[in-house]
């Protein structure tokens, strides 16, 4: 599963078109597409449209800088791609959108017959933190990277601009955390180094809690990445955990 990053804020008058964008992509009716189960969203409240955002969060400020110090972004809202493997054109507003740039997308990025690695992970809420488990397998021979992001759900904003309707007003999978080593310049988290083919690797990550969150709407996603052919770290897989509870790993059905 890929990683699709809204980089939005509450005083972006635009933004709310993205909102509608990104439900109609979850909600898409045609079987010939069945786009919910190729990635993971997550908002990122980071950015220059931010001031008095209650999903704001220095996590998502970072992730927003490393975007626009890789040339990604040149304005909001801005739908990227993985960790830099482009971005969804910011000027479109119609169906077409989810029909064509999305199916698009997703047969570039999507591996039909399974990740490079696979992903096991726990987390449990105690003492004002979250501690995740993670277990990445290999599926292919090569060097990998773990971090976890702690998203929370139902964000209201009375005052998101160019809001007509409550989805817009109603922020989901905002990113507030990020658990292992992150940047402006590299969010691809903690070393798991090499892990051979059918070989498993763990760590273990533990985050705060901030007073302000709802622990009930949070969840975690493990994003493991590896390097791509110029040696970047690129998301070869991830995995979405609801808080307090366990995200096995995903197979294939015949």
């Not at 999903?55 to 809202?77: E, H, M, Q």
């Not at 798991?192 to 985050?207: Q, R």
Request: some cysteine; charged content about 15%.
């Amino acid at each position: 599963r890929i990683i699709l990053v809204d980089h939005t804020g509450v005083n972006c008058g635009y933004c709310p078109e993205m909102t509608d964008r990104l439900y109609a992509l979850a909600n898409y009716s045609d079987p010939d597409y069945d786009f919910t189960s190729y990635y993971h969203e997550v908002q990122c409240h980071g950015g220059s449209y931010t001031s008095g955002d209650p999903a704001y969060s220095s996590a998502a400020a970072t992730v927003d800088s490393y975007y626009r110090n890789r040339g990604t972004i040149s304005g909001y809202p801005t739908l990227t791609i993985n960790f830099h493997n482009g971005k969804v054109d910011n000027s479109s507003s119609d169906l077409y959108f989810v029909e064509s740039a999305m199916n698009k997308i997703f047969k570039t990025y999507h591996k039909p017959f399974g990740a490079d690695a696979g992903i096991h992970v726990t987390n449990s809420v105690s003492n004002k933190k979250i501690d995740i488990e993670i277990e990445v397998t290999a599926a292919v021979s090569n060097q990998y990277k773990v971090t976890a992001w702690v998203l929370e759900n139902n964000i209201y904003s009375p005052y998101q601009n160019g809001a007509s309707t409550v989805r817009h007003r109603t922020y989901q999978h905002c990113l507030r955390a990020i658990a292992g080593a992150y940047s402006t310049t590299d969010i691809s988290g903690d070393s798991l180094g090499t892990i051979e083919a059918g070989e498993s690797a763990s760590k273990s990550f533990s985050v705060s809690l901030d007073s302000s969150w709802v622990t009930a709407n949070l969840e975690v996603l493990v994003i493991v990445s590896a390097p791509d052919s110029t040696g970047n770290y690129e998301v070869v897989n991830t995995a979405l955990c609801p808080i307090n509870s366990t995200q096995d790993y995903e197979y294939l059905q015949d």
